[in-house]
């Protein structure tokens, strides 16, 4: 079973920065790629980034390339989100994800940390 706790989520004003952290365990660095993904309300779940197993490979949405940066602990087994420069419409539920080696798909998810950015 993967288990991903996130966290760091909360109320910013635009402009703020907030870093989201995913707390998953050894097996789950071994073997998965980690990504952030949002949903706002009304609207289909999106993908944020991700960083692939070697820790060096970044992907991010055009929406958050410069105001986003993903990273990866490995002594904490912990992937982070950092958010600068937020916006209103950044406002979402931002879910942490898991996708193993072997497949093409997030398959683990974990409960999401809501993020809301006043204007």
């Known amino acids: 079973q993967v288990q991903l706790v996130e966290s760091g989520g909360g109320l910013v004003q635009a402009g703020g920065s907030l870093r989201l952290s995913c707390a998953a365990n050894?097996?789950?660095?071994?073997?998965?790629?980690l990504g952030w993904f949002r949903q706002a309300p009304g609207k289909e779940r999106e993908f944020v980034a991700d960083?692939?197993?070697?820790?060096?490979?970044?992907y991010l949405a055009n929406s958050v390339k410069g105001r986003f940066t993903i990273s990866r602990d490995k002594a904490k087994f912990t992937m982070y989100l950092q958010m600068n420069n937020l916006k209103p419409e950044d406002t979402a539920i931002y879910y942490c994800?898991?996708?193993?080696?072997?497949?093409?798909?997030?398959?683990?998810w974990g409960q999401g940390t809501q993020v809301t950015v006043s204007s």
């Open positions: 994800a898991a996708k193993p080696d072997t497949g093409t798909d997030f398959t683990s």
């Open positions: 050894e097996r789950i660095f071994a073997a998965y790629t």
């Open positions: 960083l692939l197993r070697n820790g060096g490979t970044a």
